[in-house]
């Protein structure tokens, strides 16, 4: 959950908002969907597998007297995303805040052994489905003349790179140059439009360190902070760019790694 004083700053700041947060069945993604209810907003969320998980999310979203609707949805097929945000539109309204969080990760694979339906599953998950669902939720607030905020969970890896993982890197890439594309698009219809880089966050992409003291202690070594962050850490920051303090915020990126992506050159 988010944490008293959080809540506290943002309580009913984003009262009358319908927000969708994609992949809210875990992580990051379920994290930010309660603190958007948190502050006030309605949810639905989608999943692609959990549906137990969405299900836990939305009874969340619910405990904090707002609307929630969870549905499954792939975020790599163009029909199933136009349906997703007509069927919100019908039960919630129009969405104005949308978080991008639904993705997948590749580790440990060298490009000589990287099979071409791995590179692009991991493009059409993490890069096409960002385009797929901002694209819809930036048309129908364009149509409807409703201003929003656009939200992408991007990655410190869209600059930092690590061996064994090019086709993520090159996914938060694309995603970084394409929200700044489309920030400067839609600046004009009062859409902002910024995304997160997470470094190492406790969810189920870090589910070693979550399981293994060990594991989370090695990889803190080189974190400046000294220790992972926790989803609801980025919760709050998309909270605060849907909200009127980020209002003036855009074609940004919101690093937050605890430091880590500074020690590069460590060794150097």
């Known amino acids: ?47 692609l597998h959990d549906e137990q998980g969405a299900a836990e999310t939305a009874e969340a979203v619910r ?26 539109e019908q039960e919630l309204g129009t969405v104005d805040i949308l978080v991008t969080s639904a993705g997948i990760n590749t580790y440990g694979i060298e490009v000589a052994k990287l099979t ?34 656009v939200i992408a969970i991007s990655s410190i ?19 970084k140059h394409f929200i700044e594309t ?3 698009e839609v600046a004009g219809d009062g859409i902002t439009v910024n995304a997160i880089a997470p470094g190492m966050i406790l969810t189920p992409m870090n589910q070693t360190a979550e399981d293994w003291w060990v594991v989370r202690k090695v990889k803190s070594e080189f974190i400046p902070l000294g ?15 849907a909200s009127p303090a980020g209002d003036y915020i855009t074609a940004s990126t919101l690093t937050i790694d605890g430091g880590l992506s500074k020690m590069v050159a460590l060794g150097a």
């Open 116 to 149: 071409l339906d791995k590179w692009e599953d991991m493009l059409r998950t993490d890069l096409t489905g960002t385009f797929l669902a901002t694209r819809s939720c930036t048309r129908r607030m364009q149509e409807q003349k409703k201003k929003g905020a």
């Open 227 to 241: 220790r992972p962050g926790q989803p609801e850490e980025v919760a709050n920051c998309a909270v605060f760019l």
């Open 182 to 184: 489309l920030a400067i």
């Open 1 to 47: 959950m988010p944490s008293e004083a959080t809540s506290a700053i943002f309580a009913n700041v984003l009262l009358g908002r319908t927000a969708l947060v994609t992949g809210g069945d875990s992580g990051i993604g379920a994290a930010c969907a309660k603190a958007l209810a948190a502050a006030g907003a309605d949810v639905a969320v989608t999943y």
């Open 63 to 88: 405990a904090h007297g707002r609307r929630a609707l969870a549905m499954r949805s792939d975020a790599r097929d163009e029909h199933a995303v136009e349906e997703c945000f007509d069927r919100i």
């Open 157 to 175: 890896h869209a600059e930092i790179v690590r061996s064994g993982s090019s086709v993520y890197a090159a996914a938060k890439a694309g995603v």
